[in-house]
């Protein structure tokens, strides 16, 4: 048996694609909408959204793995845009501003390691919300799921 016949990842096709897309949703989302339309802050503000969307779509399958990565990118994601808008929109002083600056680029880096290694189908857990993030998912996924359908449809 070659070493491309074994697939080591117990995870679906579909939760790594779409764990590997939430996590570098800045890199495909928010770096366009940065070059193309809006401004720095701004063009960040859809990657949280789309990745917990993904999340959702993730919950309501029972793919407790996807939903778990992808809350997690969310999260993330919601850091950088807050450290990315406390740069360009705050007075800061110089200094401050840049290390709030490089430390958005390296967890921007970090989300990108995230996704290679979701990709691959390895499980990733951020260093410091990994933990927390795992156990609010876990709660979510044994909560019951309120479905309402539209107005015109029986029971």
């Not at 694609?17 to 939430?22: E, I, V």
């Not at 880096?109 to 857990?125: P, V």
């Amino acid at each position: 048996m070659s070493k491309l016949d074994m697939d080591p990842s117990v995870y679906s096709l579909t939760e790594r694609w779409g764990a590997g897309f939430a996590h570098s949703s800045l890199l495909l989302i928010g770096l366009p909408l940065t070059v193309i339309l809006l401004p720095i802050p701004f063009s960040l503000a859809p990657c949280p959204v789309v990745t917990y969307m993904l999340a959702r779509f993730f919950r309501r399958r029972m793919l407790v793995w996807g939903a778990n990565q992808s809350i997690q990118a969310s999260s993330i994601h919601v850091l950088i845009f807050l450290v990315t808008g406390m740069v360009v929109l705050t007075n800061l002083p110089g200094q401050i501003d840049l290390a709030l600056g490089t430390a958005g680029f390296l967890l921007f880096l970090y989300t990108l390691w995230a996704a290679f290694d979701t990709l691959l189908g390895y499980d990733f857990r951020y260093v410091l919300i990994g933990k927390v993030v795992a156990r609010v998912s876990e709660v979510n996924l044994k909560r019951q799921e309120c479905r309402k359908g539209w107005p015109n449809e029986s029971g």
